[in-house]
């Protein structure tokens, strides 16, 4: 058990709460991957629906690797802050530019084994195909804290990720549950209340905002963790 916990820090998510509340340039690129989300989504549909909503998948793809980009850029504003260097928004932006290519190749080889896992699943059926999926997600999990604060390029952050999640399975399985209770279900349950109130496009720009809260907030037990399992490094 002690080596199964080994690099188990669950203070990060607490102390997190106040890291995030003192910078708020956190929030800068998840808020604007959200606004360019909803404008793509917005254009693309228009495009789209004249040919049955062909594309529209690129569109998305598209939507996500933005995500994806930008929470490498607050994965490493977060590595800075945790690490006290200086932890502004600039500073992440201008090392996130330097390894843009390296981040979006990456975030593309998230997305195509997502997509192999699931599909090579899928043949046994839907619900394999789901399990398949999730047990690659797990272990892609730190593909983006290897691309963005690691520096790996492409397949050596996929690689990267793979390693670190089976050398230390039970904080990576803590880290998959909190991002999937938080992305997945808190915007649901922070905007639903008052979707009556706020109509379909307030809804819609108050999801985005919820998002960019949880993945700020997100950015910084990611980068903690993943920089604390890449220093021990036991593979």
């Known amino acids: 058990m002690k080596t199964l ?16 509340l003192r910078h708020p340039s956190l929030f800068v690129m998840p808020l604007g991957a959200g606004a360019m989300s909803l404008l793509a989504s917005s254009a693309g549909r228009t495009m ?11 569109i998305q793809m598209v939507v996500q690797a933005l995500y994806l980009f930008a929470f490498g850029v607050a994965v490493i504003q977060a590595n800075n802050i945790w690490r006290e260097r200086p932890g502004g928004f ?4 201008e090392e996130a530019r330097r390894k843009a ?24 059926g ?14 892609l999990i ?6 963005s604060i690691g520096g790996a390029d492409g397949s050596a952050a996929l690689q990267a990720s793979i390693n670190a ?17 938080m992305w997945y279900f808190v915007p649901i349950w922070l905007v639903a209340p008052f979707g009556d109130t706020l109509g379909v496009l307030g809804s819609q720009i108050a999801f985005i ?4 809260i949880v993945l700020a907030y997100l950015a910084l037990p990611f980068a903690k963790q993943y920089d604390d399992i890449a220093f021990t490094r036991p593979w």
Not at 126 to 139: K, M, R, Y
Not at 142 to 147: S, W
Not at 209 to 212: D, E, I, L, P, S
């Open 5 to 20: 916990g080994r690099n188990l820090d669950l203070t990060i998510y607490l102390k997190a709460i106040p890291l995030l």
């Open 48 to 58: 789209t629906d004249p040919v049955g909503g062909f594309g529209m998948s690129l």
């Open 90 to 93: 600039d500073a992440a932006w």
């Open 101 to 124: 290519g390296g981040i979006f190749i990456a975030a593309i080889g998230f997305f195509f084994l997502l997509y192999v896992a699931n599909f090579a699943g899928s043949l046994l």
């Open 126 to 139: 839907s619900i394999v195909g789901t399990v398949a999926q999730v047990v690659a997600a797990f272990f």
């Open 142 to 147: 730190y593909t983006i804290p290897a691309a």
């Open 165 to 181: 999640a089976r050398s230390f399975p039970l904080p990576t399985a803590i880290l998959a549950l909190v991002f999937v209770g």
């Open 209 to 212: 905002v919820a998002q960019a």
